[in-house]
């Protein structure tokens, strides 16, 4: 191993101590790759590179953190148990490696967690308890819960353990990868992302940090001018594994050194992210795991430069993506719904249908409605769901009706 650089010595966490890490988690928890992406290559204008944290064993990079830290407890501390509060990635990889080390674990989470989470977590060995609409009141309970019961509390970004566990993916990346110039991470607590600075700090210093934020929790800027941790207002996020109102107080002052930029995103621009890793990388990856993707495309082109985006987690419910590609298809214009009237009479609808047809546009879903309030005496209301082949398809589509005298308005 490498004694850190005299620089590193400030902050709490030092690129020895990740270096460690990751000899001690080395038999727990295995690399992931890092390939090319050709199609995000040729999108960002430069050569982008993908970190998958989403192929670990429970969906996360959390894996690294909580086991360097569960194996460092002492005797009497597993005897004791653990305890956490997670929106479920952290859950996940304290349940499942607390199994394997025989330590017994209880997970609070937010009763909004994710259903395949909140499952995980519990098939997992875990005793789960679902307390409050957030992860700041999972929180509380963890602690009320500890303080009566006595287990160690194993904290999912402000603890230097953790922290170091987390920064293991930089060291994976940086042999994986050579000459990145900037890399995209999520920030929620800033757990990984000051992981991940403090190993580029001593070993690629060139490179430039991204912390990427969900929109209603940019919280690092302000806290930068404040010189201290700011609190978000609450708030909901699709990308629920960094909905954290307030920066670690541990990765705070790394992230203030060594973080060299920030981005927010909303949530149609991780929708958006969500839905490109699947239909062109064919990955599968949750709101924060997308959201380096996100941050990376709201930045524009890289222009030639080498980029990795750290694909932190997968962990989504099915009926989201389902939700989030209905929603990318509309704004594609791959799946659009016409409402309009025909006349009332016997065969109106088998020839709105036929023209539909020859404009080789599938139908999905048909309504034909006669209610008063929606048609006149003598008409009746058709909603048309229609999967075509972008704008142009549904403009031609349009014109087709409106050559028969059907006005059709586009609905979204």
């Known amino acids: ?3 850190a650089p005299p620089s590193d010595r400030a902050a709490g966490v030092t690129f020895a101590d990740i270096d460690r890490a ?7 928890v295995p690399p992931t790759p890092c390939p090319k992406s050709g199609p995000l290559s040729q999108i960002a204008g430069g ?26 407890l002492s005797a009497d501390e597993r005897a004791r148990g653990v305890i956490a509060a997670s929106a479920g990635n952290h859950a996940q990889a304290v349940a499942y490696h607390a199994g394997r080390l025989g330590i017994p674990a209880v997970i609070c989470m937010p009763e909004t967690s994710p259903l395949i989470k909140v499952s995980s977590t519990r098939d997992f060995g875990a005793r789960v308890v679902l307390q409050g609409a957030n992860y700041d009141e999972a929180y509380e309970e963890a602690r009320r819960i500890q303080e009566r019961e006595g287990q160690v509390f194993l904290h999912a970004f402000d603890d230097d353990a953790v922290i170091a566990g987390q920064g ?26 000051s992981g991940i600075a403090t190993v580029l700090a001593a070993r690629s210093p060139k490179t430039k940090i991204v912390g990427v934020e969900a929109k209603p ?19 909901t996020t699709l990308a629920d594994g960094i909905a954290c109102r307030t920066l670690g107080a541990r990765p705070f002052p790394i992230l203030k050194r060594l973080v ?25 990856a949750e709101g924060a795991g997308a959201a380096p993707l996100a941050g990376m495309l709201k930045q524009g082109s890289l222009s030639g430069r080498r980029a990795v985006l750290v694909l932190s987690g997968g962990n989504i419910d099915v009926n989201m993506i389902a939700r989030i590609i209905e929603r990318g298809l509309v704004k594609d214009g791959r799946l659009v719904r016409l409402v309009l009237k025909i006349p009332d009479r ?10 539909v047809a020859q404009t080789r546009a599938n139908v999905m879903e048909i309504s034909h409605n006669r209610m008063p309030g ?37 609905e979204r």
């Open 346 to 355: 016997p065969g109106s609808l088998a020839r709105l249908l036929t023209v």
């Open 374 to 410: 929606r048609s006149a005496l003598g008409e009746t209301g058709v909603d048309l769901t229609l999967e075509t082949r972008g704008p142009e398809h549904i403009a031609e589509i349009r014109g087709a009706l409106a050559a028969h005298g059907w006005q059709a308005r586009e």
């Open 260 to 284: 060299h930029d920030a981005v927010a995103v909303d949530d149609e621009e991780i929708a958006s992210a969500i839905l490109l890793l699947l239909e062109r990388e064919k990955t599968v």
């Open 1 to 3: 191993m490498t004694d």
């Open 217 to 235: 929790f940019a919280r690092l800027l302000p806290s930068l001018e404040e010189g201290r941790p700011v609190t978000a207002a609450p708030a």
């Open 22 to 28: 990751r000899e001690r988690i080395a038999s727990l």
């Open 168 to 193: 293991t993916v930089a060291l994976e990346m940086i042999e994986q990868v050579a000459g990145i110039d900037v890399v995209y991470v999520a920030l929620g607590g800033g757990g990984l992302a």
């Open 47 to 72: 050569d982008v590179y993908l970190k998958l944290e989403n192929l670990q064993l429970t969906g996360s990079f959390k894996e690294r953190g909580a086991v360097n830290k569960l194996l460092q």
